[in-house]
């Protein structure tokens, strides 16, 4: 049960300590700002006020607000969209040397990591870094039928492959159970599935080849 | 979510009011657009970043929130940061190397953004690893306060912010007490928002604590401490499903959103802290739009007595930068 005592408490020491902030905060001039800012952290609800938030969230606002009042009354000059003070993107990939353009890697079992968002069961991927194309291959199955085999690819023009991109999903025909990039040739990837069947895989076409 | 999972949910539900009558609505709100988050991936540096929150300035919502996620908490050598998705593998960065990386988005905002813009920053990780732990929590908070401290002294945190932030799901490989560690160890300095699912939680109810299951153990309290309860967590959940059902009131939502209106009305029965303020949601590409997203979720935060109200923002969690 919730405590409601308690929670008052909380509440009211939370608004104290919020007023107090902001009477400081008029005190130095940038106390519209600063209310401009803490309205932006508490929303009306339906033309209503909201209730008071607990008091250790309103202290981690508070905190915020302060961070804001200061970027405001200390506002860096805008350098604009064409000054990327970083320079071009080092040359690719960053983070790991000797890949070849062109010519694919396979991920081990241990250091693949399956794509975000899609609901599988990763064995390993392949991937090739450009030019022509930049390109992830994951191998798996479909995390709640384990005999529906998928692969999920990831295609980019730019080498650097930092951009948006869609993950695709393809479903292997059959019932060969849990997918495995077995070798790659080109763009072509030799599939075995978890009953011991071979597909093949035409990265350039998107199918699967018997 | 599986596909079967949304496949049960494809035909329309009518929701009964198990969990109480249907809330007073509020006036409606306008949908606040959508901004574009991130899972980090393949051959990352700073000009990218830069560009990527330069872009996400161009099309500003106004106030909004990017989560930038970096993927597997990690510990290499004694250094903790996270494993993001390297080109099917997996590439280590130190909280370091991150807290530069985030830097350089914020930076890339504030010099592309109106005037009038604002940008909470989160930087994330998920539960899919052996290293969600308190300590990591800790380092992760200390590293959102470097960041801060560095926009701040940059004089970019008027329009700049950065907080934590964890996809958290039953289904990744830490279970809800590693994940409950993990958030207290992030403190109580900044926020951390929880962008995960309530995999397996009741869309229809809930219950005495600790809640009822959800997958792997997890209960609706594990949800409702991570995305409310700990004083940093703060909800952005997931909603991607595309089956939908029809709430009590008549308005349409879906699953996703309905398990995290029975974490919220948990916690207005029983949680700590009360009620949990959902955030904003989460849409995933080639799911649902981010507007219905949003619009699933607002609506079954405001069917249900205590209503919620408004729902600040939306956001659409993208692969790449």
Redo the contacts between chains.
Sequence with gaps: ???QDR?GTLMAAGERLRRRWLRRLLGTGIGA?VLA?VA?TA??????A??P??A??Q???D??AG???????????????A????????P?????PGIVAGVG?L?GET???G???I?GRFTN???V?GPPL?A???AGA????TGQGILVV?VWTD?????????KVLLAPGRTGQLRIAAASGYGLVLVGRDGSRLGFDLGSMTFQK | ?????RALVAAALAVTSMVGGPGN?????AYPGYT?SH?V????????F??SG?SQ??ISVG?GIVVL?F??PWVSNGTYGA?Y???????FLSTTAIATYVQ?FG??F???SP?TS?LRLAVGV?NDSGYVTSGHGSAWSAMVGAI?AW??A????????AAGAIDAEPGFAARAPAVRAWMTGFG????AYDFGSADGCSWTSYAPPPGLACNNGWRQDDLYYLAWGA??G?GLPEV?ATGTLTLPNGAPSNWMANQWEMVRLYG???????AA?IAGQMA???SLSPQTSWTYLYNSV?AYSP????V?WSTK?????
């Design positions: 049960m919730v405590d929670v700002l800012g932006l929303p009306t609800v339906g033309g209503q909201p209730p938030l607990p250790e969230k202290a981690i606002l905190r915020y961070l804001q009042a200061q970027g405001v009354a200390r506002p860096a000059p805008v350098a604009g969209a000054a990327n003070p970083y320079g071009d993107p080092p690719v990939p960053a983070a790991r890697r991920n250091e693949t990591m794509p975000p968002g609901a991927s392949w991937y870094v930049t992830i291959v994951w479909d995390r709640d039928d990831s080498a650097q492959a930092t951009s948006l991109a869609s993950l | 979510m599986g596909r079967w999972g609505a509020a006036a409606a709100q574009l899972y991936q393949n051959s990352i540096s700073a000009s990218a830069y560009s330069c300035g161009r106030n996620d993927g597997q494993r998705w390297y080109y099917g593998g997996v590439a350089g930076q890339g504030y010099d592309c005037a604002y998920n801060n926009l701040v940059r004089g970019y945190s008027g329009r700049v912010t109580t300095s900044w926020l004083p940093a703060w991607y207005a029965r029983y949680g700590s802290l009360g303020v995933q590409t080639d405001n209503v919620q109200g408004n600040r969690i993208v692969w790449g930068l």
